[in-house]
C-alpha cells in the first residue's frame, strides 16, 4: 500500500504487508465467524422471527456475503413449508454480484411468484478510482463497480416489483471518501465516473463515511509500519488511529 498523499515526498513509497481482504476491515481479526449455516438452520432462524400485521415474517437480512449460490434453495424452501415472507435484504462484494447474476435471476422469479421483494441494501463499492480501490485492497476495479451498477439497473427494469438496490428503496452502498490518498487525479476520476454514470441518481449515498483506521485492521498495521519507518507518531482516538495531517503529532 501506498504512502499517504499528503507525505507528498514518500508518496510513491509503498508499505508491504501480506493482505487478506479488505485493508480498512477489522470483522475478520477481531469478530470473525469463520463457519456457515445449514440451511435447515437458517428456515429455523426465518420461522422464529416476528410477523407483520398481515402476517407475513418481517423483513430480514441474510448474514453472507456471497449468498446467491444459495438463494434459490432457500427459496424453494420457503415456498414448500409454507412460510410467509416480506422481504429479504443482501449485503455483497460486487464481484460476487456480478458471479451470481444467474442465481439471482432464478431465485426473483421464485420472490415475484411468491410476492416477496428482494433488497440489495448495500454493496461495498467504497471508490470509484483503481488507486485508491487497490491500496483499499478491495479486489475489484473501477469497471467491476460500474458493471454491477448497470446489472442492477437492468434487473430493475426486469423485475420492478420484487428488486430493489436504489438508495430511494432504502439501500445505503459503501463509498469512503476522504482517504489518505486521495489526489487532484483522484478526485478527478471519482467526479467523472460520477457525473458519467449517474450515480447520484441511485447509488451514491446522502454523505460518504471518511476512512476509519481501527487498531486492528490491516491498516493499523499500515500506519504502525509507517510510524516506525519514518519516526512518525499519528494521534490516537479510542481505537482509532487519526491519517489525515492534522492528527500527526
Known sequence: MAYPSFLSEKAERQIRLPLKGCSFCDVAIDKGFYGALDLETVIGQIRSLPDTEDGRKIPF??????????????????????????????????????????????????????????LLSSIGFESFDDTILANLNKGVTVETNLEAIRLMRQLKEEFPDCWGYSKTEGAIHGFIHPTPWDTKETEMNTRRTIGLYGLPNDILPPHSTPLVIHHASFLGDWIREIERIEGIRFKRYGSVIGWWPEALL
Do not use: C, Y
Request: charged share 20%; aromatic share 6%; glycine share 4%.
Open 61 to 118: 437480512e441474510l448474514i453472507n456475503e456471497n449468498p446467491l449460490p444459495g438463494l434459490p434453495r432457500l427459496f424453494q424452501q420457503i415456498r414448500t413449508q409454507n412460510i410467509a415472507i416480506s422481504q429479504i435484504n443482501l449485503i455483497m462484494r460486487a464481484d460476487w454480484f456480478l458471479l451470481g447474476k444467474k442465481h439471482l435471476r432464478d431465485a426473483l422469479q421464485q420472490a415475484a411468484a411468491l410476492d416477496v421483494r428482494v
